[in-house]
T-cell receptor, first 120, second 113 residues
């Protein structure tokens, strides 16, 4: 089974520029998550999708961050304009998230390799 | 509501044992454990459920103490490959589907020869 795919793996931009990250979840996984992981910290949830609907975006800085999952499969996270404090690894994860699975299995998350963003 | 992990870091020699704790001030439904090696994605290890039994994965096992709202990860006879940062992710709602996990800050484990 193919894992979660992300691109690019690395990105360096200057502050005030814009950047976009792409994620393709594991096939059949209904739930997709975007996390921000600052060096030395645990992953912090930015947004959670169930199919193409948003479940939780309470920690997404909506003045500069946006995300979409139009067809309920792959997803794009955008930052515009970027700030120095946005330097982090952006992780995408997916889980089954559908009925027919036990709740714990539904919520077990599988992570992609991440995109390391450096804002200069 | 971020869970608190302890210790923050630990250094072991090969063959030694270690315990990593994950505590929450809120009642928990489940605790998920992940290991992340430097520059790589977190990898799922196991899930502990409220009222569930202790789980095991090779020489890594975990338990969930409901009274303390604490999960402990036990690494027995550590190997060099166990090195990495261990995160717990907690889920507090057993009724809502797809509740997001809240991750701790991690415990950095280094195993040396």
């Amino acid at each position: 089974e193919a894992g979660v795919a992300q691109s690019p793996r690395y990105k360096i931009i200057e502050k005030r520029q814009s950047v976009a990250f792409w994620c393709n979840p594991i096939s059949g996984h209904a739930t997709l998550y975007w996390y921000q992981q600052i060096l030395g910290q645990g992953p912090k949830l930015l947004i959670q999708f169930q199919n193409n609907g948003v479940v939780d975006d309470s920690q997404l800085p909506k003045d500069r961050f946006s995300a979409e999952r139009l067809k309920g499969v792959d997803s794009t996270l955008k930052i515009q304009p970027a700030k120095l404090e946005d330097s982090a690894v952006y992780l995408c994860a997916s889980s089954h998230g559908t009925s027919g699975w036990s709740k714990p299995m539904m919520n077990t998350q599988y992570f992609g390799p991440g995109t390391r963003l450096t804002v200069l | 509501q971020q869970p608190v992990q302890s210790p923050q870091a630990v250094i072991l020699r090969e063959g030694e044992d270690a315990v990593i704790n994950c505590s929450s001030s809120k009642a928990l439904y489940s605790v998920h454990w992940y290991r992340q090696k430097h520059g790589e994605a977190p990898v799922f290890l196991m899930i502990l459920l409220k009222g569930g039994e202790q789980k095991g994965h090779d020489k890594i096992s975990a338990s969930f103490n409901e009274k303390k709202q604490q999960s402990s990860l036990y690494l027995t006879a550590s190997q060099l490959s166990y090195s990495g940062t261990y995160f717990c992710g907690t889920e507090k709602d057993r009724l809502m589907l797809n509740t997001p996990l809240v991750f701790g800050k991690g415990t950095r484990l280094s195993v040396i020869a």
